[in-house]
């Protein structure tokens, strides 16, 4: 027998249930013609008027239609008998009949689909954050020297011909130049990861990679002016001698220093989706081979200093 789901008016799922646990709470008035349901080979959530012949559903409706008199003029919205009005419900708004479980192509084209609520969670986990975050670092890392080695070169330039008729002109010009260059690069590190964490990815490009984003703590997409503020309550995970980034991996929701104080989670990327089955418990093959290639590179690193020195140490 079909194991079946529904949603509620607060648009969480329920089951599975059988279809006879569904009819009986149809006859109680749990639930309704609109209420959505799905079960194993279905493409996509339906309105129980719908299924009403499968469910063979033939006690009189709550709201006053009596489903055995026409199934095709309930399955199409046309009043088969206007019902007395003191049994009628207040009609909900448009904004409320719309469902998160309805199929991603028949949703409104200009409207951004709220967060869906129930269900399972899947929290991102303090290594797959360190992936991301290797990631971006690379990528901010290009960006910096992308911007600062024209800006020395330019600032060199300028110092040296100012410098042949006033060092304090040259000198003065060289700040400038190398000061502009900085300011650049610190609006290019907020704003990156503030505009990626609100647009409609909910995340950075390494993060987009390991595959997580970044939510409030009830699903729904940060704001921009949210999203910056977390760029600097992320400057003070970092004075805290890094404790603030730590503490993802210790707390209850895997939240940093920085998430707790904006209210904001790190998840998978199809959590608060119509789709939480196909969130990913593990770190998965992408995280481990960043943190393969992010650990390699940091042995690599200390074994150049370590010649480095040892060739300084022969010198002396």
């Not at 063979?56 to 489903?67: M, N």
Request: glycine share 10%; hydrophobic share 45%; net charge negative.
């Amino acid at each position: 027998m079909s194991q079946w789901y529904y949603a509620d008016s607060q648009r969480e799922r329920h089951g599975p249930i059988e279809a006879d646990d569904l009819r009986e709470k149809f006859r109680a008035g749990e639930i309704d013609l609109g209420t959505l349901v799905w079960r194993e080979g279905m493409q996509q959530w339906q309105p129980l008027s719908a299924v009403s012949e499968e469910l063979q559903l033939l006690a009189q409706a709550s709201t006053g239609i009596d489903l055995r008199k026409d199934y095709a003029a309930i399955e199409s919205g046309e009043a088969l008998e206007a019902p007395a009005a003191e049994n009628v419900a207040p009609a909900a708004a448009p904004s409320e009949t719309y469902s998160p479980y309805t199929a991603p192509a028949s949703r409104p084209q200009d409207v951004d689909p709220a967060a869906v609520q129930g269900g399972l969670v899947v929290q991102a986990g303090f290594w797959k954050r360190v992936a991301a975050y290797f990631i971006d670092y690379v990528i901010m890392t290009v960006f910096t020297y992308i911007v600062l080695i024209p800006l020395s070169i330019l600032g060199a330039i300028v110092g040296g011909v100012s410098g042949n008729s006033d060092s304090a002109a040259g000198s003065i010009g060289m700040f400038l130049t190398l000061g502009i260059g900085y300011l650049i690069i610190f609006a290019a590190n907020m704003m990156y990861p503030a505009w990626m964490h609100s647009s409609k990815y909910q995340a950075t490009l390494g993060k987009m990679a390991v595959g997580i984003k970044v939510v409030r703590s009830n699903g729904e997409r940060l704001t921009l002016g949210r999203a910056i503020g977390r760029f600097f309550a992320y400057i003070l995970s970092s004075i805290t001698l890094c404790i603030g980034f730590v503490m993802a991996a210790f707390t209850e929701r895997k939240q940093a220093l920085h998430d707790i104080i904006c209210d904001t989670l790190v998840v998978d990327k199809f959590a608060f989706t119509e789709h939480p089955e196909w969130q990913q418990q593990g770190l998965g093959t992408v995280t481990i081979v960043i943190l393969s290639l992010a650990g390699l590179g940091i042995l690599c690193l200390i074994g150049l200093l370590v010649l480095i020195g040892v060739a300084a140490a022969g010198f002396n």
